[in-house]
């Protein structure tokens, strides 16, 4: 397995409020793009992300996909404290989107929308569901798929984790086959891109996935980098 990844704050936002967790020894990746005032956004994923580490820290491969979950929601319960704690941080919040290998299988759990992405034979396939409000009008006829992306309602979301004290999280699991790529990216990169665009552009560079991840960041920043950009890329 090889592993490449990049974070940037884009051109707009004055801080980062995305966090990476790139465990290739655990066979764990997850990307948490915070939200909330006051650097909230920051705060909150940077909690996710460590909570979840520290949760899982010491198991080494034997983690299951219930002890993921575990984490997650214990993840939950202390970003929303932390906010009932802090009135600065009061409705901070972040996406959580996880991807766990193990051997030919994997297990995708996602909160919010942050994308991960399976990319085969020259195709790409999104695995997870985004948690917005567009998405929720797209299913109720409101709002055509090709609508999604301009819509100002695609930035409003109808899940994300520290946000109330209970949590859902959907859970997705995939064969693996060898060459398969996996992508794992915040809304700074899957809002300005069409998937045949980052497709086209992994596959350009598949002799170097690092290559890859700074050209699709650097076609995010061409795009007006409106929001924090981060991606992990995987090939198996």
Known sequence: ??????????????NNE???????????????????GHNAGEVASRLAVQCIEDSLQGLGRQ??????????????????????DNPEWREMG??????????????VVNVGDSCLYLIRDGAINKVTHDHTLAQEMVKDGLLR???????????????????????EIDHFE???????SILICSDGLSDILLDDEILNVV???DNSLQNAVD?????????????NISLILLKV
């Open 94 to 107: 972040t996406t959580v989107t996880a991807a766990m290998i193990r051997e030919d299988q994997l297990l």
């Open 203 to 205: 596959l350009e560079h």
């Open 174 to 180: 995939e064969k693996l086959k060898s060459g398969d």
């Open 63 to 84: 983690i299951t996909a219930l002890d993921l979950n575990k984490a997650i929601l214990k993840a939950n319960e202390l970003v929303w404290q932390q906010g009932q």
């Open 1 to 14: 397995m090889i592993v490449a990844a990049v974070s940037d704050k884009g051109r707009v936002r004055s």
């Open 145 to 167: 798929p090709d609508e999604v992306k301009s819509s100002g309602y695609n930035h409003i979301l109808t899940r994300a984790l520290g946000v109330h004290p209970s949590l």
């Open 215 to 227: 050209a699709l960041r650097d076609q995010a920043l061409a795009g007006g980098g409106y929001d």
């Open 18 to 36: 995305d966090s990476l967790l790139v465990k290739p020894e655990q066979g764990l990746f997850i990307v948490c793009d915070g939200m909330g």
